[in-house]
């Protein structure tokens, strides 16, 4: 659904001493997870090679949808002059699940398609967040960075937290190095009915969540764990996937990034939203910088058009609210001025000498 190439590159080489011509290049794959492919080649000459430029191939959708569980396939790629075979390649490959990430190591930005801000289950959340807000004297709009008040965008991290208090989600753990293998995820309709949640799964509902009310969540990956962070400020990384954890840091110490631990919110009771803070900001300390993995930064990725998967929900499962108001955790108090990201503003030279 993000037009991401199956094939990457294909390049023949002819080493012989002769030239190739009238050649056919066909592709398939056993099991026919994509249709099968035939390039015309017309010549190559000795020593030198043909690259294919147009390398879209046509997937089985139907074929695709219908995985439980994640699959060996075997591709060949047979090059033919008439009825002879000069040369074949053949490679196995593992065909994941529709919800299966398959992990930092292959295409990490991809991630980005599994927070899903419009799956149905969400807007429960949401409305529950806004009740919160309400209750707490605030306004229930859920405005994102239209305020322009740090503050307010806290409070509206705050507010999903308390929310989510009240899904009573349980702690699942996850497979070993999910981080760099992948692993099945968990949308948040299947979350908030089975209640059931690896970190991941929690960190990709409360990503969901707050693009969902208009804000820019990163997803922190570290060795067998991850969590979640949003910009306080209506701001980005510089790529997609951030390697590196001094950048982070930076972006914690301009208090420009909020940071969360999702997994607090599966403890009875649930760990409050300063606890989750500090617990995930330990984590980026300098002593653990061995740990870190990277941060996906979810706006960055929506703009080079890696979209949200389709949910494949029906709309009316969201139509009841999956807990209790009275089981929620209290918003936490305002950030104080040195809590919030602070405007440097540039003076204009008014001299000759200054400019």
């Given amino acids: 659904q993000n037009s991401v190439p199956v094939l990457q590159s294909v390049k023949i080489l002819n080493t012989g001493p002769e030239s190739l011509s009238g050649l056919t290049l066909e592709f398939e794959s056993s099991p026919a997870f994509a249709r099968p492919r035939r390039w015309i080649l017309d010549r190559i000459a000795p020593g030198s090679s043909v690259s294919i430029s147009d390398r879209d191939l046509q997937l089985d959708p139907d074929y695709l949808a219908g995985l439980t569980e994640s699959e060996r396939s075997e591709v060949s790629l047979r090059l033919l002059r008439g009825p002879q075979l000069l040369a074949e390649h053949r490679t196995d490959i593992r065909v994941l699940t529709r919800h299966e990430w398959g992990g930092f190591r292959h295409m990490a930005e991809l991630l980005a398609a599994f927070v899903l801000p419009n799956d149905p289950a969400i807007a429960g959340l949401l409305r529950s967040a ?44 996850p497979p070993a190095s999910f981080e760099s293998e992948g692993q099945k995820t968990r949308l948040p309709g299947d979350v908030i009915q089975t209640k059931l949640a690896t970190c991941l799964d929690s960190t990709l509902l409360f990503a969901a969540a707050l693009e969902a009310v208009g804000l820019h969540p990163v997803v922190i990956l570290q060795k067998d764990h991850c969590f979640v962070g949003v910009w306080i400020t209506a701001r980005t990384f510089g790529r997609i996937v951030e390697p590196g954890a001094i950048e982070v840091r930076k972006a914690l110490t301009a208090r420009e990034l909020l940071l969360f631990e999702t997994t607090l919110i599966t403890s009875r009771p649930a760990g409050t939203f300063e606890h989750a803070c500090r617990h995930a900001e330990q984590q980026l300390e300098l002593s653990r910088d061995a740990d870190f993995v990277a941060a996906i930064d979810i706006r960055r990725a929506r703009l080079s058009r890696i979209l949200p998967l389709a949910s494949q929900r029906p709309a009316s499962n969201s139509a009841a609210d999956p807990h209790q108001p009275a089981e929620l955790l209290p918003l936490p108090p305002l950030p104080t001025a040195d809590q919030l990201p602070v405007d440097v503003v540039e003076e204009r030279p008014t001299t000759p000498e200054g400019r």
């Fill in 130 to 173: 806004a009740e919160v807000l309400k209750n707490h004297g605030h306004s229930p709009a859920l405005d994102g960075y239209q305020s322009a008040n740090p503050a307010r965008v806290t409070m509206l991290a705050a507010s999903l937290w308390s929310a989510a208090s009240g899904l009573q989600l349980i702690y699942a753990s």
